[in-house]
């Protein structure tokens, strides 16, 4: 008797012990669901979408709304943020640009760090865009007139969805791009994680 109760303990115990593994395997597999399905990001990530493999960029001069050449060198050892819109900027491209503004003035001592750039793919009001960079004066506004220039442009859209926000980092790689309505903070999040673990730019 004694023997057969010793057994059924072991046994009970056996079961105990197989139920405590299994929920130890289990337990990250229904987190790690549970995280995706409510949509709950963690601290670590990343609020953009992360573009693998990065498109390495060959960027040509492209001219400011002046005439004068913005060349492919002022990319470099710098983050850019980029915005292509067809012609002008509208109600919703100034809002924005608005959006940018502020967030590398919030970036403090790092803002250096950051260039924002708007593309202007066709005809554009010149009145409408000297207002805009009187508002903005840091705002770096680029032309798009030959083949070259329209090709380079066309690899931020065949990246992303027209009215994207693009990172473009020091490297002259785009790795990133974010919906037009992504907010200031969450930009902010990412672009100060990035300049706090990067060497370059």
């Known amino acids: ?39 709950v990001r963690p601290g670590g990530q990343s609020f953009g979408n992360l573009i693998t493999p990065v498109v390495e960029l060959e960027i040509p001069a492209l001219d ?34 608005d ?3 502020r967030v590398q003035r919030s970036l403090h001592k790092e803002k250096g760090r950051v260039q924002r750039i708007l593309i202007l793919k066709n005809e554009f009001d010149v009145e409408q865009i000297n207002q805009l960079q009187e508002k903005f004066p840091q705002l770096i506004v680029l032309t798009v007139k ?29 790795m990133m791009y974010y919906p037009q309505d992504v907010g200031p903070k969450e930009l902010r999040h990412d672009i100060m994680r990035l300049l706090k673990n990067s060497w370059g730019g």
């Not at 004694?2 to 395997?25: D, I, P, Q, Y």
């Not at 005439?67 to 710098?78: A, H, L, R, T, V």
């Not at 083949?147 to 002259?172: C, H, K, M, R, W």
């Open 99 to 101: 959006k940018l503004n």
């Open 146 to 174: 030959e083949a070259v220039q329209q090709q380079y442009v066309q690899t931020f859209e065949q990246t992303a969805a027209q009215g994207s926000i693009y990172l473009v980092d020091p490297l002259n790689n785009l």
């Open 1 to 39: 008797m004694s023997n057969h109760n010793s057994a059924e303990v072991k046994a009970v115990k056996g079961r105990k012990m197989f139920l405590l593994l299994a929920l130890v395997f289990v337990l990250p597999f229904t987190i790690a669901y549970t995280l995706h399905a409510l949509d």
């Open 64 to 97: 400011d709304t002046k005439g004068d050449s913005f060349s492919g060198e002022q990319w470099n050892k710098i983050w850019s943020i980029v915005m292509v819109v067809e012609a002008g900027c509208n109600t919703a491209c100034e809002q924005s640009v």
